[in-house]
């Protein structure tokens, strides 16, 4: 159904009984990956890196906003760097582009070349957010989409759809199969951040969500499969 696909990933993703990155998570993960990156498909991915440094919130008014979000740019090339490496275990041919020079681990960001790259059959990973403080991963995300010509975003999450409210919390939360951008930031549903969803829907670009930990959903919402939430 889909030739190019940006596959959002939290950094919690890799989180397990307190490791960080925790092998199993990785294993899982890349398997996940493998099994929907079939002939054809152009896969780049965007990971978050919440598990190590979550910015503004570890940072907690302690440290500098700007230095906090730094530093949890830098979480996301040190995910990146784990993902990749789980991956090529796989078998699956990969490329780690950051939007902050680090070049003796990592290429630098260059449009045309991620999109060669894509065309190529490798699964391109987009590391250090955007390169700028006070923009999240989400936000990353959303500009990398637009900037590569992606059909779709998969943000993969802890949850299976978009909710009302809460579910954890709130009994009465309803799930939502279909909304609209303009709608969900309207509703404030959080699953994504503002600039992020404006992003989308300015460069036309819908978001699926669905539950990254229920085995096969990636390979499902590649082949078109009705999963989650579609934000369109």
């Known amino acids: 159904m889909y030739k ?26 890349s398997k996940e990956i493998k ?11 965007v990971i978050g890196g919440g598990n190590i440094w979550r910015g503004a919130k570890d940072g907690n008014g302690m440290i500098d906003r700007v230095i906090s979000d730094n530093m949890g740019m830098m979480a996301t ?16 041919s990969t490329r780690v582009q950051t939007s902050i020079p680090i070049s003796s681990i990592a290429e630098p960001f260059i449009r045309r ?16 957010g955007t ?9 990353a995300a959303a500009l ?11 943000k993969a999450t802890q949850v299976d759809a978009v909710y009302t409210g809460d579910p954890k919390t709130d009994k009465s939360a309803k799930k939502i199969k279909n909304i609209t951008y303009m709608k969900a930031i309207k509703e404030q549903l ?10 989308c829907m300015e460069n036309h670009i819908p978001i699926l969500l669905f539950n990254l930990h229920t085995a096969g959903n990636i390979k499902k919402a590649v082949d078109g499969e009705k999963i989650g939430t579609l934000i369109k």
């Open 35 to 45: 099994k929907a990156h079939r002939r054809g498909l152009q896969l780049a991915i």
């Open 77 to 92: 090339i040190i995910n990146a760097m784990a993902l990749q490496s789980a991956l090529e275990h796989q078998g699956v």
């Open 144 to 154: 990398r989409a637009a900037e590569i010509g992606a059909d779709v975003i998969f």
């Open 113 to 128: 070349k991620a999109v060669r790259h894509l065309e190529k059959g490798r699964v391109v990973i987009f590391a250090g």
């Open 4 to 29: 190019r696909v940006l596959l959002k990933l939290s950094g919690e993703a890799l989180l397990e009984k307190g490791r960080s990155i925790s092998p199993s998570s990785l294993v899982y993960i």
């Open 131 to 139: 390169g700028n403080p006070y923009f999240t991963t989400d936000t």
């Open 190 to 199: 959080r699953f994504m951040d503002t600039s992020a969803l404006t992003l």
